[in-house]
């Protein structure tokens, strides 16, 4: 794990203010007494965190006397507590100028601001010469020969600089206000953000408090971003993450000491929240509770496309006693009950800070910001990809002048993986912090996803159905995607990661399920979504299923591996219909002889059927018939007719 600069700060300190007791105890380097009234007035400033007039008191310490140096390093100290590094670095540099060798640590503090600051030549070149000292402190000395490291990688991104160009989101995204932690569905067509607004009360206090606003993509723009009201409190609501089809919305809500009747129960300080949509509203949102929420502070939700893990940011304590920020993950099981949280990754997690994750809808690509990991100073932006074993990659620093020596978090990125979002205060905004869209350089791209979307219905009445979505992995048999339609309105949305073949299996109880197969390749299968309205047919005699993920070899009747995920999803049904009777059919287009199409497709019938048996469903509740290319659903003189043709499909015969 990495070492991170701002967490000794306090040693520093500590350091600085053992100088100014000895000293004290013996004698300042100043003898003048107007400068040594200040300097002690000053002192008492500072500890009261009063840092104007600290300021001022040390400005006329070092009037009355100019070669004062523990009043510049109390100078340099306070800037470096408003972060004015620049300030800080003139302050320390006059201490040094004094005397190099009164304090090895003031070339710790020096290199630390201009650090801070960019100057990552100057800062290398303190490190190394506080390094040079022989009674340093071990924590500090390892903490200095990690900046060198990073200061050194600093010099190179900014050397080689990424693309950017951040375009401001406009008028129906940015106010005066802040806007910040944005949120995406998979489809790109709902953004919503957290917006910090002013609040004046019936007593007159006033405040700032957290909203939901959310736009919609439409005609080539966003629309006015509007108030999210079923979810929006007087208390705050920020951090938000939606699932991928945008039918769960994760965020953090905290304890408020105020206005108690609004604030949302809490665990700690701030806890995640989660919030079900109903035809186009939120349901009231519920507390995680444990094993996600605890006593401590829990933040930042990425909910991931699979529907089953929730990455968030838990503070917690660091080996060596201090609070740190890290990643955890958890995942929901079939019985709906969250796992124990652990950590995303030790090559994620540092010593430092972890924060504003975000899990892309390829699930495969991680996103944080982390001052942990060697960046250009503060909190830079990362990005991690699963290896082929499932684990984390190394992270990868997305380069200058994306990150820079400020603070840079909560990055989104749209499914396509083209565009990004963020939040920057940068010159020539609305006000405050803006939300920003760039083109995502092409090495920090995630996989290309695209989706399938449209509504779920009962096929003879037309009644709109909430139903359950599963898409299987037909090399794995792994299901990649569990997901449900809206209660309210039937409408769904499926991400599909490019690369590989799947099945699409929907599911409800007194229904026949429907079976889909999607071919995504490459990346240019991305480009266009599938739009389908999914028919459910009511259990009843003489309905059909097509199998669509049942497969042979080119003129044979062995079942291939690719097929087990279906023929799962038809024993599961007739297991959970035992009244159930049905027969197994197989199909062929028109090219060769009838008479070969008609034993192909019978033998292809029984491979089913036999399957089925041994897995223990009774032979009496099932019967398997060729038909050859007798019954074609489509024209035969295309191969996408063809190809329908051949197919194996099964009929219910009796229901008693």
């Known amino acids: ?120 030549g100057d800062a290398k070149i303190h490190y190394q010469k506080f390094l040079t000292y022989p009674k340093i402190k071990a924590n500090l000395a390892a903490n200095a020969k990690q900046m060198v490291e990073n200061c050194a990688f600093a010099e190179q991104a900014v050397k080689n600089p990424v693309p950017f160009n951040p375009i401001n989101m406009g008028d129906s995204i940015n106010t005066g206000e802040e806007e910040y932690f944005p949120a995406i569905t998979a489809d790109a067509k709902t953004f919503l953000f957290t917006r910090r607004i002013r609040m004046k009360y019936t007593s007159g206090r006033t405040s700032q408090q957290e909203d939901f606003y959310v736009s919609h993509y439409e005609n080539g723009h966003w629309t006015q971003a509007t108030p999210v009201t079923e979810i929006n409190t007087s208390g705050n609501e920020g951090a938000p993450s939606l699932s991928a089809d945008g039918q769960y919305l994760f965020f953090t809500a905290c304890q408020e000491m105020f206005e108690e009747s609004d604030a949302r129960k809490t665990n700690g300080s701030c806890d995640i929240f989660i919030a079900k949509k109903v035809g186009d509203k939120y349901t009231a949102p519920r507390n995680l509770e444990i094993p996600i929420n605890t006593g401590a502070w829990e933040s930042q939700p990425s909910f991931s496309s699979d529907g089953r893990s929730l990455y968030f940011v838990r503070a917690i304590k660091g080996s060596d006693g201090r609070t740190q920020r890290d990643i955890m993950v958890s995942r929901i099981g079939d019985n709906s009950s969250w796992s124990e949280p652990v950590s995303v990754s030790d090559k994620i997690n540092t010593t430092g800070d972890e924060m504003s994750v975000f899990i892309h809808p390829d699930d495969q690509t991680l996103y944080f910001s982390s001052d942990g990991h060697p960046g250009m100073g503060g909190l830079d932006i990362f990005m991690s990809k699963k290896t082929p074993l499932g684990e984390w990659g190394e992270p990868v620093n997305l380069g200058y002048p994306i990150n820079t020596p400020a603070d840079e978090n909560s990055l989104l990125v749209s499914p396509n993986g083209e565009l990004a979002f963020f939040a920057s205060d940068r010159p020539g905004g609305k006000g405050q912090l803006d939300l920003y869209q760039f083109a995502l350089p092409e090495a920090m791209r995630p996989q290309p996803v695209t989706y399938m979307k449209g509504k779920v219905f009962d096929i003879e009445t037309k009644k709109v159905l909430s139903a359950n ?147 223990n469903i009774p032979a009496t509740r099932l019967e398997f018939k060729g038909y050859g290319d007798s019954k074609p659903v489509a024209d035969n003189s295309s191969e996408q007719g063809r190809s329908q043709n051949r197919r194996t499909e099964f009929t219910i015969l009796s229901v008693d």
């Open 469 to 615: 979505f599963e898409l299987i992995d037909l090399a794995s048999g792994k299901t990649v995607v569990s997901s449900s339609s809206n209660v309210g309105n039937g409408e769904f949305l499926v991400c599909l990661p490019t690369g590989k073949k799947y099945a699409l299996n929907v599911s409800k109880d007194g229904y026949l399920f429907y079976s889909e197969n999607f071919q995504l390749q490459d990346s240019k299968s991305s480009k266009d979504p599938v739009l389908k309205d999914v028919g459910m047919k009511p259990i009843k005699v003489g309905q059909s299923v097509v199998l669509k993920n049942i497969f042979y070899d080119f003129d044979k009747y062995d079942l291939k591996d690719e097929s087990m995920a279906e023929l799962g999803k038809l024993i599961l049904f007739l297991t959970k219909n035992p009244k159930i009777r049905i027969e197994v059919g197989g199909h062929t287009d028109n090219v060769g002889g009838k008479q070969y199409n008609q034993q192909l497709s019978e033998k292809r019938a029984k491979s089913v059927f036999d399957y089925l048996i041994q897995k």
């Open 1 to 120: 794990m990495k070492l991170n600069p701002l967490k000794f700060c306090f040693l520093l300190f500590y350091c600085l203010f053992s100088v100014f007791t000895a000293t004290a105890q013996q004698e300042y380097t100043s003898s003048v007494p107007r400068a040594v009234k200040q300097f002690d007035a000053a002192l008492q400033f500072y500890d009261a965190r009063k840092n104007k007039q600290a300021l001022e008191a040390v400005d006329q310490a070092l009037e009355a006397d100019p070669k004062f140096i523990e009043a510049y390093m109390l100078r340099a100290n306070i800037y470096s507590d408003m972060k004015n590094h620049e300030q800080a670095i003139l302050a320390y540099n006059e201490a040094i100028r004094l005397n190099p060798d009164f304090f090895p640590n003031n070339y710790f503090s020096l290199a630390k601001s201009e650090y801070l600051s960019g100057h990552y």
